[in-house]
C-alpha cells in the first residue's frame, strides 16, 4: 500500500534550519504533485510549500517564501522541504502529501489524498 513517511524533524533553536523529508513507496512518483502542510496546536492546518503537478511550479505561502525552499529527488522517491531561518511561529507537525490535481490550487488541502503521519518541528526561542 502506498505511503508517504516524514522524518528530519526536531528540535532547533530560533535562526537555525532543519531539512525534511518525504518518502514514497508508490510509483509514478514523478508524475504528480507533493506539498508540504503544517499544525500548530490549536491551529488548523496550513499549507506551506508544494510541487504543484510532477514537473509544474513550485508555489510557497507568504509566510515562508524567502526561508524554505521545497526540493524533488525522482530517483529516490522524495521530496525535501529545506527550512532556515527558523522562527518560533514555525513550530507544528509538519505533514506531506500527494496532490491528484493539476491546479495551481496547491494550498488547498481537499487537492490531496494521501496524508503521511507528521514530523514534528520546534523552534525554542
Known amino acids: 500500500q502506498e505511503k508517504f513517511v516524514e522524518s528530519g524533524g526536531g528540535l532547533v533553536q530560533a535562526g537555525g534550519s532543519l531539512r525534511l523529508s518525504c518518502v514514497t513507496s508508490?510509483?509514478?512518483?514523478?508524475?504528480?504533485?507533493v506539498g508540504w502542510f503544517r499544525q500548530a496546536p490549536g491551529k488548523r492546518r496550513e499549507f506551506v510549500a508544494a510541487?504543484?503537478?510532477?514537473?509544474?511550479?513550485?508555489q510557497y505561502a507568504d509566510s515562508v517564501k524567502g526561508r524554505f525552499t521545497i526540493s524533488r529527488d525522482n530517483a529516490k522517491n522524495t521530496v525535501y522541504l529545506q527550512m532556515n531561518s527558523l522562527k518560533p511561529e514555525d513550530t507544528a507537525v509538519y505533514y506531506c502529501a500527494r496532490k491528484f490535481s493539476t491546479t495551481l490550487a496547491a494550498h488547498l488541502d481537499f487537492e490531496y489524498d494521501l496524508w503521511g503521519q507528521g514530523t514534528q518541528v520546534t523552534v525554542s526561542s
Open positions: 508508490g510509483r509514478n512518483f514523478n508524475s504528480y504533485g
Open positions: 510541487f504543484s503537478w510532477g514537473a509544474g511550479p513550485t
